[in-house]
């Protein structure tokens, strides 16, 4: 397989819907008005000119005078327009170790900086499930994961991860964070399948936890089996339930279906309607969709489906495309119309975009909110700060041992998303640290020359995006397809701000603070 290798400069060049120019900075992370008149050659040697030789630069190219003075001002100042000093991943010796090794007394140091962190025990109870969608990543359609197997994780192996789980967030420095949520969520396979486990387990915890943290639960599920007694019991315990909805029926059950090839929405939709009869207030609460994109999928009749107004639809928690949707084997064997998906994906967009001009809300719980808005303000926050970013070593992943996922085995894993290839400990002996070390220095091994890359400090290629057979890999095209989709977000985001400033609730980054030939640092 070929792995990437390149990358791109220091800047990237957009322009609005409304015709109007800017430069993201990557440097500072600041994003500023920039002249249709400058090229790129230009910017590229503005970007390499040190600083004896800006002024000679700016002086032989097309680059006005007050803007000139701008991009003088803004380099002095805060170091913007100007490449940035490249740091080379650590080396390491050796593969990746396959088996656990027994843990040292202390966790990495970095693992205990932040209150979020170590707060997610993710259980996979079983392997096994009553569905055959085509699109899962058990269905045979990806390289790097086994087909589904009838293998369910044992009570002990449970019981010993909520103990090692528990006794963590029970030591320094979590018992000096008061009022910490700790989350453990239940997986499959389908885990209704393992409902005695997921009972004894929440019971369990529940029984052994302190007073200085709270617990919540869930589970993802496609909820097509729900027994009365376990909707009683996730109604008394404020269980989470996480449901597998891809959008009205037609859409859902092309790819959702069981063992015959029969389509699942039926069976789920009527679960849904017994637990809102059940209990209304904890159906509002407590139970939310989880949406699964493929080139297939009708984005502006999913949008009508969850804003039809049903009662037993319940809110979005998540909205996400399928693996290697571009490239990957699944769409070989199920192709699309790309010209149809990016129709839909425009019309979405306006709707969108109409909505923040007239001042609609969109809001977390709505399909488009976690189509496109949930996106813009990520991106939003990380470009309304000035300053020097750092120089990343790895994209914008999360830190290895964040999360807790334990396989049906007891192994623990950087998440409930990657392969098995990259075990990080094991409910006998715990995380364990040379194995988080090993996998954090083989990603960055693999990384491209992410420091010649514009988008480096807003990369969300993650760990389990890259992950094969034992080592990370990170194609071409993934990198491509990632700078590709931010330089879009840059045009919708600044094509509203352009039109809203408010747009979101802390303000505009740019409008309202930056203007040609003054410099502001705070």
């Not at 009508?304 to 495309?321: L, Q, T």
């Not at 993650?462 to 931010?486: H, I, P």
Request: with cysteine; charged share 20%; hydrophobic share 35%.
């Amino acid at each position: 397989m070929e792995c990437n290798n390149g990358g791109l400069a220091d800047a990237l060049l957009f322009r609005t819907l409304g015709g109007n120019h800017y430069l993201y900075d990557t440097g500072t992370g600041s994003v500023h008005p920039w002249a249709d008149t400058v090229p790129p050659s230009v910017v590229s040697a503005i970007y390499e000119a040190g600083d004896g030789t800006l002024d000679e630069v700016l002086q032989g190219s097309d680059v006005p005078s007050d803007m000139a003075e701008y991009i003088k001002r803004w380099r002095q100042g805060v170091g913007a327009f100007h490449t940035q000093p490249r740091e080379v991943p650590r080396p390491h010796d050796g593969p990746t170790p396959k088996r656990p090794a027994i843990i040292a007394d202390a966790l990495p140091h970095r693992l205990a900086l932040n209150p979020d962190l170590l707060s997610n025990l993710m259980l996979v109870v079983t392997d096994d499930c009553n569905l055959r969608c085509q699109y899962c990543i058990f269905s045979g359609q990806y390289d790097t994961f086994p087909l589904h197997r009838p293998q369910t994780m044992a009570w002990e192996t449970a019981q010993k991860a909520v103990d090692y789980f528990l006794a963590l967030n029970d030591s320094f420095p979590f018992t000096a964070m008061p009022d910490r949520k700790l989350d453990i969520a239940f997986f499959g396979g389908e885990p209704l399948l393992a409902w005695p486990l997921i009972r004894d387990t929440v019971l369990y915890a529940e029984a052994s936890a302190r007073t200085h943290y709270s617990l919540y639960f869930s589970f993802t599920s496609n909820l097509t089996v729900l027994p009365p007694e376990v909707l009683a019991f996730l109604i008394e315990h404020k269980i989470g339930v996480h449901v597998s909805l891809d959008g009205p029926q037609p859409i859902h059950d092309r790819y959702r279906t069981d063992r015959a090839g029969r389509g699942s929405f039926a069976q789920t939709y009527e679960n849904l309607v017994r637990l809102r009869e059940a209990d209304s207030s904890y159906f509002e609460q407590y139970v939310r969709s989880i949406v699964t994109l493929t080139g297939n999928s009708d984005v502006v009749a999913i949008n009508e489906f969850f804003e039809s107004g049903d009662p037993n639809i319940p809110e979005v928690y998540f909205a996400g495309a399928i693996r290697e949707m571009e490239h990957g084997r699944f769409h070989k064997q199920f192709p699309y119309d790309a010209t149809e998906r990016r129709e839909q994906h425009r019309r979405l967009v306006e709707t969108y975009l109409e909505r923040k001009k007239h001042g609609v809300p969109v809001m977390p719980g709505q399909f488009i909110y976690h189509y496109l808005e949930e996106a813009l303000e990520t991106l939003y926050k990380r470009v309304r700060r000035l300053g020097h970013q750092p120089v990343y070593p790895t994209t914008g992943t999360c830190t290895p041992g964040r999360r807790i996922a334990v396989s049906t085995g007891g192994q623990f894993h950087l998440c409930e998303r990657i392969n098995e290839e990259f075990p990080i400990g094991d409910v006998d002996h715990g995380l364990d640290p040379s194995l988080i070390e090993a996998v954090t220095a083989n990603y960055e091994q693999a990384l491209p020359d992410c420091q010649r890359c514009w988008a480096r400090g807003l990369c969300y290629i993650c760990y389990a995006q890259v992950a094969q057979d034992g080592y990370f890999c990170f194609r071409g095209r993934d990198c491509n397809a990632t700078r590709s989709e931010l330089a879009i977000l840059f045009v919708y985001l600044y094509s509203l701000l352009e039109e809203v400033p408010g747009a979101f609730a802390m303000g505009d980054p740019l409008l309202d603070r930056y203007t040609l030939g003054e410099l502001v640092t705070t």
